[in-house]
């Protein structure tokens, strides 16, 4: 019997199974070997949203705990179902098997398909998301713009219920970014947007980017070529505390969850 590749997708938030089923639609129409299968793990504890530094920096840590263990757990990669890449930095410090976050690959293929993309996103409190890649990658000459259409964003139902109201928004802001602000390539501002990209692709004229299927295409193709992260970009922790990390998330899960009856 073929051995599976197994490749864990760790989701920023802790939901129900049914929300993470969700998650699991970005799957839908992707083609893969059949030797590779992706696996689906919520976080314990995380902000309820990403919309301050706050957030960022618990997000980080939640995103490490989850998948700090991947590879002992035999699973032959990780990608991370956030723009933001939180915790992509940290776990490439600590696995030996490809990680990615949809953030950054998702700019870099911009490049690869056009010249300038935009970003479509649901609110401008995700900004500095962006622009900490931007920052990284030194790319803001090649960002057309940041374009919002301020809808409260849902991290458990999606975009689910909302297609009517939502889709149209983001299709007038993609317009704006393609005839205004100059972009040839699109990208979803984030992998809770998923919904929307085949409404946005079948009416836009340029490229739309779907980041979290992008990023498990990634990870295939790491997989087959063997690129692990590099060990001089990403040297390993000298003192790891991982049983102290995961002390921490597991009060923190049972934090949240309140006292016991």
Known sequence: MMQKK???????????????????????????????????????????????????????????????????????????????????????????????????????????????????TMASRWKPLYKKALDELGLHHKCASVRAIEVPPDNQGLLSGKEDAVFPLLEAAARMAIEIDGADVLILGSTTMHQAHGYLQSRLPVPVINPGPLSYKMAEAALALGYPPSRQAYPRPLQPRLDMLEAMQAAAQRSLAGPTP
């Not at 197994?6 to 699991?24: C, H, K, T």
């Not at 639609?25 to 590779?36: E, P």
């Not at 976080?43 to 920096?57: I, L, Q, R």
């Open 6 to 120: 197994r490749v864990l997708v760790i989701v920023p938030f802790a939901m129900s199974a049914d929300n993470l089923a969700l998650r699991q639609q970005q799957l839908a129409g992707l083609q893969f070997g059949a030797d590779l299968q992706f696996d689906y793990r919520c976080v314990k504890a995380g902000p309820a949203n990403y919309s301050s530094h706050h957030d960022f920096a618990l997000a980080d840590i939640s995103i490490f705990e989850a998948g700090c263990r991947a590879q002992d757990e035999g699973f032959a990669a990780v990608c991370v179902d956030t723009m933001s890449d939180s915790g992509v930095a940290a776990l490439r410090s600590v696995l030996d098997i490809p990680v990615f976050g949809p953030g950054k690959v998702s700019m870099l293929t911009a490049l690869m398909l056009g010249d300038r993309f935009s970003i479509i």
